[in-house]
């Protein structure tokens, strides 16, 4: 771990219960300004609770959570939305809402006591986050309109909306094709770079994950199985001992990072058989 | 100045010119037809005319209750929908109003209202208050935790205060029983003026407290989650309305008696023509809530003169018919 300054956000001992059992247990890490750490883990692994539990949405059993130093129940609720954001996984949306509205609202956070319209900041503020995820196009089209795509897209521009220092994100490629992946993950690597944000962010795939973080967390019934670099935390076994499933460890030709190929084991076995028929001599 | 508040108050303008036709048309007509131009002459004089007296005894109040009724009702539903986040809630899918009808036929049976004028709203809002408690009770005590389980929960403790109100007017004795039935109906006609003007201020207060909130319910709309992390005090904001919500009902109900489907016939309209955004979904609501039932009870006092019909009829049926229609248009 470096600096403690450079931490924007400090977990140490997290630990959640709900009705006897526990979702999180002796959680502890640290995420440094501008570095994009990712959750992995299997369905039910306590991902998206973690999530929650650093912005401070579920009551926790014990543990303490630092955000710049700070611990964040020090923190006004309006303030620390101002912080960090977080993008929900596909949260159901108001059909009849327009985009530009629905952006709008990532401004809450900075409304006055009495203020009931938008300021000309809030709108430019908005109006910035849409050119960013390149929206601009959908800003007066109803939310009942939009593509699955566009719908996470818009999701992510209003957080943006809320200018925050840590990004959360909960699964954001879920049942996106390959392009929009890639689109948000992008972009996300973009505003790190260029915002210098910093970034936590739940993915199921493990490729995109090692191609797009920094640091990985693997999960694992609710305790942290291992952290580290994508080296270090996508190896044969700790993915087999987590997922219980056959990968075969690669690299990416061109960024060469680590790569993690899925074989069930019906291929496996054909494989085998295959290989070992060509070593037999021919009669 | 921000388009959408001139968007705003270009639609409240509007529709208070529609709502200000609409009352003269409705202090106009009636068993006893009072031409428009001399209906401004009459009103100036204030003489002790047989129409001074329809106007100002009769029709007046009855618009003062409809404007009262109309707008509160509509709040309520406009409240309750961005709550849940279900466009099917009502004061009545959950029973507040059932709570409050069984406040009511309490008092009448005890023969409160006798005695004291106020002792049915106050029933009223006991009743309505009470099904809120039991249903946020379950909540806060961790018994029931998704919002949508509360919902279910509601119509249930409708099923059964309804099913309690029967058997109240079953125990009752006939004249108790004649009463509560002519007030279930549902009627505009309210002859103690302070009740009306309790009612009004009551109602005008909802609205302009409703509005105050009206960002928070756009963004309450998003959900308890998203809500949370944009710095909404999710728990505080809900707790202030829906005790608003109960209030504004078991007032409505306990004066004018069951009206349905304004709450939530009147605040789909609304929407269906001017978007979501609660900023204006709340004072067009109000007014439209308050020109719908003007225009419904006009319709029930003059379809089959002298005969009147109950006005929670009208409501039903030229409201169930215009929202098939705006749905089907849409």
Redesign the interface.
């Known amino acids: 771990m470096k600096n403690n300054e450079q931490n924007v956000l400090s977990v140490s001992q997290l630990s959640y219960r709900q009705s006897s059992q526990f979702q999180l247990q002796d959680i502890s890490f640290d995420i440094q300004k501008g570095s994009c750490v990712g959750i992995i883990g299997p369905n039910g692994s306590g991902k998206t609770t973690l999530l929650k539990a650093v912005t401070g949405f579920i009551p926790l059993i014990s543990g303490q959570i630092l955000y710049c130093n700070h611990s964040i129940q020090s923190y006004n609720q309006q303030d620390l939305a101002k912080e960090i954001a977080i993008v929900l996984q596909s949260t159901e949306l108001d059909p009849s809402m327009h985009v530009e509205d629905y952006i709008l609202l990532g401004r809450n956070p900075y409304r006055k006591r009495w203020q009931f319209w938008e300021s000309e900041q809030d709108i430019q503020i908005a109006e910035t986050a849409m050119k960013i995820t390149q929206i601009e196009s959908l800003r007066y089209r109803q939310l009942n309109a939009l593509s699955g795509g566009e719908k996470q897209l818009i999701r992510i521009a209003r957080a943006l909306a809320q200018e925050p220092e840590l990004f959360l994100l909960d699964e954001p490629t879920n049942h996106l094709d390959i392009a929009h992946q890639l689109q948000i993950l992008t972009l996300l690597n973009r505003l790190k770079h260029q915002k210098n944000m910093s970034i936590m962010i739940v993915l199921h795939d493990l490729n995109l994950a090692s191609e797009f973080c920094d640091q990985l967390i693997l999960m694992q019934n609710g305790k942290i199985f291992t952290m580290g670099a994508a080296k270090d935390v996508l190896t044969y076994q700790n993915i087999e001992s987590v997922y219980h499933t056959l990968v075969i460890e690669g690299e990416n030709p061109i960024s060469k990072k680590p790569y993690v190929f899925l074989v069930s084991e019906d291929n496996l076995k054909k494989s085998m058989t295959q290989s070992k028929r060509s070593e037999m001599p021919d009669k | 100045m921000?388009q959408?508040?001139i968007k705003c108050c270009i639609t409240s303008s509007i529709l208070l010119i529609i709502l200000a036709c609409v009352c003269v048309v409705a202090l106009s007509m009636g068993a006893m037809n009072i031409s428009i131009d001399k209906l401004i002459s009459i009103l100036m004089n204030q003489n002790e005319s047989t129409e001074y007296t329809i106007l100002m005894q009769i029709r007046l109040p009855r618009i003062l209750v409809g404007i009262a009724v109309g707008g509160a009702l509509s709040l309520a539903g406009v409240i309750l929908q961005a709550i849940f986040?279900n466009p099917l809630v009502e004061p009545y899918t959950l029973g507040i109003s059932g709570g409050a009808a069984l406040g009511v036929s309490i008092c009448i049976v005890f023969s409160l209202n006798q005695t004291y004028a106020l002792s049915l709203p106050f029933f009223g809002m006991i009743g309505a208050g009470c099904v809120i408690l039991a249903i946020y009770g379950l909540k806060s005590f961790g018994v029931v935790q998704n919002v949508q389980r509360l919902l279910l929960i509601g119509v249930m403790i409708s099923f059964i205060s309804n099913s309690l109100f029967m058997l109240i007017i079953s125990l009752s004795k006939s004249e108790q029983m004649h009463s509560i039935m002519f007030w279930t109906m549902g009627s505009l006609e309210e002859p103690n003026r302070m009740l009306v003007y309790c009612l009004l201020i009551v109602s005008l207060l909802g609205c302009l407290i409703t509005s105050i909130f009206?960002?928070d319910l756009?963004?309450l709309?998003?959900?308890e989650?998203?809500a949370?992390?944009?710095?909404?005090?999710v728990e505080r904001v809900r707790n202030i309305l829906l005790i608003l919500a109960s209030i504004l009902t078991g007032f409505c109900v306990s004066i004018s008696g069951i009206i349905g489907f304004v709450g939530l016939v009147v605040p789909h309209f609304v929407?269906l023509f001017f978007?979501?955004?609660h900023?204006i979904v709340v004072t067009a609501s109000y007014i439209t809530g308050a020109i719908f039932i003007i225009l419904c009870d006009l319709l029930a006092r003059t379809i089959i003169t002298p005969l009147e019909l109950p006005v929670g009829i009208v409501t039903g049926l030229v409201g169930g018919l215009i929202f098939i229609y705006a749905l089907v248009k849409k």
């Open positions: 921000n959408k508040a986040r009206s960002v756009n963004v709309s998003l959900g989650a998203d949370f992390h944009l710095g909404l005090h929407r978007g979501s955004d900023r």
